[in-house]
């Protein structure tokens, strides 16, 4: 008799046969129509935007910008259907100028020799470069081709402006578990398979919103579920252990928006003082796959822009982790990384310097620029004392305090006080420094 890992991995691989004699489930799940799609309501429920220009054969060239698994294949084939135009789809992974010129001249004999426009539909857009994306701007603008582009990135990032200026912007949304739950009722019904709640409840919690990967995992479940058995009649029964089987640990969606956003979400937890957050979203990067080095450049600016002198150790640190990276690498590295995030978070904040330093670029830009106050200039060449240079400097060391009140500003400025501490870790200490000095009025503002 067989081990049980013996008759695990026969199970595994009867199922795998199965899945590869057939097309995958979110293929033949399809939706027919509008009113099949499962979630995007705010575009497709009645009355909605999308839905309207559908439905009045009234659609421009739109781009629907969303996470994967969130139908906007599917929707703009149905687009498509509502319409009277001819459809053609390409890949931005595979396509050329070249097909899309090709595309660009069907469309112009269709529409001059049958007057019947032409529906382009562009997966993944973002992945086109600048010269494919000009190759087809005269034609969306023109109206010989109608775009529908689709992307997981951040158009605004990965569309040439002219091109995204000329479209109309859809954001699909990530499905919402209950939206995951009815898709997977969907397939149990197509797959004439039943399934135990909990193993349901399971598989839309792994789903991410994905709705793609809910019905990838649905089939692989349903096949390890099917008895091996001769009968026709066999029909699968999905438990809990059949869900957990089917599904692995997903690879973390992390596209270019998600870097941004996700990177934003750090930066303002550290700034918040949560170091819980700051590092939920530091292990959200890491395991991702995000470039350490640009987690640790973001540190070093963070320790200045936003903690600056209330800690001057904040920036040593991420020095530190930053020189770590480099030095370490991963996996070791995360450790430098996890310390200085949570030293910058629990550290307290003030951006004093970095306002001042804008106050002070202001002045350069919108004032005259003032002149170098004669003692503050050059004395060391030939003839210099002859102008004037130098004279009436006070050497600081000269004094007790090694500080003496000498202006320093240009006479166009010399009012100015850039630099304004908080009352915030050592920056109390500064403060008080130059109160004692009577160095200007210190403002209260929380910065």
Known sequence: MGSSADEANLFGAAAERKLKQQTPLANRLRPRNLDDVVGQRHLLGPGRPLRKLAENDR????????????????IAR???KTSAKEFVQLSAVN??????????????HQLGAYSRGTILFLDEVHRFSKSQQDALLPAVESGVLTLIGATTENPFFEVNTPLRSRSTLFRLHSLEEADIVELLNRG???????????????LASRAAGDGRQALTTLEVAV???TPESSSAQAKAHIELHHAESATDLKALRYGEDEHYDIISAFIKSIRGSDPDAAIYWLARMLSAGEDPKFIARRL???ASEDIGMADPMALVVANAAAHAVEFVGLPEARINLAQATVHLATAPKSNRSYDALN??????????AGDVPKHLRDAHYTGAKSLGHGKGYKYPHNHDEGWVDQQYLPDSVADRQYYEPSDRGFEQTVRDHLDRRGQGPVSDNDK
Do not use: C, N
């Open 300 to 302: 070093v600016v963070h």
């Open 95 to 108: 396509a050329s100028v070249k097909d899309v010129r090709a595309a660009i001249e069907r469309a112009e």
């Open 359 to 368: 106050k002070a670029m202001h002045d350069v830009q919108t004032l005259p």
């Open 188 to 202: 149990l019904e197509f797959e004439q398979a039943t399934a135990e709640p909990e193993a349901i409840t399971y």
């Open 59 to 74: 659609l421009t060239s739109v781009l629907l910008w969303g996470p994967a698994g969130t139908g906007k294949t599917t």
């Open 78 to 80: 149905l687009l498509a």
């Open 223 to 225: 096949a390890l579920a």
